[in-house]
T-cell receptor, first 112, second 117 residues
């Protein structure tokens, strides 16, 4: 299993860029990296997914170095509504079960 | 697209009652659905993998006779908590995916808050 390690919590202010880094030293060759966002009393919401280099969508960017042992989720100009828990997950392509094992996630607190 | 609906959103019942939670993929066919539970201030814990037309695969430590899972169609999976007790009170979340694979994102329902009195 490709275990992930993230900071437990982060604080930021409105309008700032937030970068959350995740370590996944044991990532397998075919594994993808996926980030989810969860608000209290809701299910996680897909943010972004990538395999290597950089991926960008309308809400975030994902940076993955060449060795793929870590990844960084970048949230541009956060607002109060971005306060949530962010989970970094690595797919288990080797077993092809598709199941995800959630780590503790990073609780992001955005302050006014 | 890729909407997953979960019902009910919350339920309160007496100890000893069995409770059924439904998970539906509304706009896609899900070959695989997953069930999680989440306690306050904790992460999601995978309970089982539900495959259409076959028996569910349970994670270690999850009682299959306690948590009955049925995946009778490509758009519906149900989780039944049998003879529920207060310790079963939790937030139950399902997810669905079109096919199994590392590059296939899971789409989550909004969860069911279960409270056993």
């Amino acid at each position: 299993l490709a275990k992930t390690t993230q900071p437990i919590s982060m604080d930021s202010y409105e309008g700032q860029e937030v970068n959350i880094t995740c370590s996944h030293n044991n990532i397998a060759t075919n594994d993808y990296i996926t980030w989810y966002q969860q608000f209290p009393s809701q299910g996680p919401r897909f943010i972004i997914q990538g395999y290597k280099t950089k991926v960008t969508n309308e809400v975030a960017s994902l940076f993955i170095p060449a060795d793929r042992k870590s990844s960084t989720l970048s949230l541009p100009r956060v607002s109060l509504s971005d306060t949530a828990v962010y989970y970094c997950l690595v797919g288990q392509s080797s077993s092809n079960t598709g199941k995800l094992i959630f780590g503790q996630g990073t609780t992001l607190q955005v302050k006014p | 697209g890729a909407v997953v609906s979960q019902h009910p959103s919350w339920v309160i019942c007496k100890s000893g009652t069995s409770v059924k939670i439904e998970c539906r993929s509304l706009d896609f066919q899900a070959t695989t659905m997953f069930w999680y539970r989440q306690f306050p201030k904790q992460s999601l814990m995978l309970m089982a993998t539900s495959n259409e037309g076959s028996k569910a695969t349970y994670e270690q430590g999850v009682e299959k006779d306690k948590f009955l899972i049925n995946h009778a169609s490509l758009t519906l999976s149900t989780l039944t908590v049998t003879s529920a007790h207060p310790e079963d009170s939790s937030f139950y979340i399902c997810s669905a995916t079109r096919w199994r694979g590392s590059n296939q994102p899971q789409h989550f329902g909004d969860g069911t808050r279960l409270s056993i009195l």
